[in-house]
C-alpha cells in the first residue's frame, strides 16, 4: 500500500505576550516535531484532549497554517513552498461547523464552484456536469444549488461541505470533528456517507475528534495525541481495547459505555500541563501513575512495540 500522506518532523511554535516596548515575551509550543505516515485509502484517527493540539496539525496541512519546522509529502510531492493551490488539488478540509464554514452570501453553486474556477480552471459546462455529479454522490437534490446555507439543516450543509471537498477532485480529506455538532441520527447517515464515498473514489482520510467510539468505528488506525505529540499509534481495534501508553488507558477508561457507571479515571492530575512553562521529561508523567525519575528528566520517543503499534513511553502497559 503506498503513502498518501508523510508528516515528518512538522511542529508549530506561536509567539505569545509582549512587553511594555511591543516585544515578544514567550512561545507556546501547540505542535511537537511529529512523524506520522497514512497510507492510501485508509482512515487515521486522530484523538485526544482539548488543546493537544489536533486542530493545529490540520490546519498546517491544509495550507491555513505555516508550519515552524518539518515537511509534508502528498503522494510522493513535497509541498513546503509549494504554491498554496497545490495544497488544494491534493487535500481538502471539512469543518466542525457545517453552516459557520459556508459563505452566508453565496448560493451553494457559487459556493461550489470556486474550488473548480480557481483550482481547476474549469470552463462553465464543465463545472456544471462536475457539481451535478458530486452532489449526486451526496445524496442531495440539484435544485439545492439555488439556495442560500441558512436554508439547510445541520445535516445537509455537512454533506454540502463534504461535496465542496470533493469538487476539488482532493484524494485526502481531513475531517475536523464532522459531526460533533450533528444530530445522533444524523451523525450515523454522514458516516456511512463518508465510508461510501472513500470506496468510491478511493479516498483518504485523517478523522479528528474526541469521539472514541466514533473514531474507533470508522478509522483503520488511531494516533493518539497528548501536549502537541504522538503518544500511540495503532490499529484501530487494539488501540482502546488494549492500550499501550497509560495516556491512551486514560482516554478510554473516561469515555462512556451503557451500563458502565461514571467514574474518575483514576490519575495523578486532570489538568494538561502549563503550555508556557512546559515540563521536563514526560509532559504527561504528573499525571501517570507508571511515572518514574527518568519519565520526569528524558523524554520518551516513538518506538515499535509488537507489530504495528509504536508507543512513546519508557514504561509501556504490556499486559
Known amino acids: ?36 505516515t497514512v497510507r492510501q485509502g485508509e482512515t487515521l484517527g486522530i484523538v485526544g484532549e482539548s488543546g493537544c493540539g489536533k486542530s493545529t496539525l490540520a490546519r498546517m496541512l491544509v495550507g491555513l497554517l505555516e508550519p515552524s519546522t518539518g515537511h509534508i509529502e502528498i503522494e510522493g510531492a513535497a509541498l513546503d513552498n509549494a504554491d498554496p493551490a497545490e495544497f488544494g488539488k491534493r487535500i481538502q478540509y471539512v469543518f466542525q461547523d457545517p453552516i459557520s464554514s459556508l459563505n452566508p452570501r453565496k448560493t451553494i453553486r457559487q459556493i461550489m ?50 461535496a465542496r471537498a470533493l469538487a476539488a477532485k482532493a484524494r485526502i480529506l481531513i475531517l475536523d470533528e ?43 488506525r488511531i494516533a493518539v495525541l497528548y501536549f502537541g505529540s504522538v503518544v500511540e499509534v495503532g490499529p484501530a481495534e487494539e488501540v482502546f481495547a488494549a492500550p499501550k501508553h497509560p495516556y491512551t488507558k486514560l482516554l478510554a477508561d473516561s469515555a462512556p459505555v451503557v451500563g458502565r457507571p461514571l467514574t474518575a479515571p483514576e490519575a495523578e492530575g486532570t489538568e494538561l500541563p502549563d503550555p508556557l512553562n512546559p515540563p521536563s521529561g514526560c509532559a504527561f508523567a504528573a499525571r501517570c501513575p507508571n511515572a518514574t525519575d527518568k519519565c520526569r528528566s528524558e523524554t520518551p520517543r516513538l518506538a515499535t512495540l509488537g507489530k504495528e503499534t509504536t508507543v512513546a513511553c519508557f514504561h509501556p502497559i504490556l499486559d
Open 1 to 36: 500500500m503506498t503513502d498518501a500522506l508523510k508528516i515528518t518532523d512538522l511542529s508549530k511554535t506561536f509567539p505569545v505576550g509582549r512587553s511594555l516596548f511591543g516585544n515578544l515575551t514567550g512561545s507556546v509550543k501547540a505542535v511537537h516535531p511529529l512523524t506520522l
Open 113 to 162: 464552484e470556486a474550488p473548480l474556477k480557481l483550482l481547476h480552471n474549469m470552463p462553465a459546462a464543465e463545472r456544471s456536469k462536475r457539481i451535478s455529479e458530486i452532489f449526486a454522490s451526496v445524496n442531495l437534490r440539484e435544485e439545492f444549488l439555488d439556495r442560500y446555507p441558512h436554508e439547510f439543516s445541520g445535516g445537509q450543509a455537512q454533506r454540502i461541505g463534504i
Open 178 to 220: 464532522p459531526v460533533s455538532a450533528l444530530d445522533v441520527s444524523v451523525q450515523a447517515q454522514v458516516l456511512n456517507l463518508l465510508a461510501d464515498l472513500r470506496r468510491e473514489f478511493d479516498l483518504t482520510y485523517l478523522f479528528i475528534s474526541h469521539d472514541l467510539a466514533v473514531v474507533e468505528a470508522v478509522s483503520d
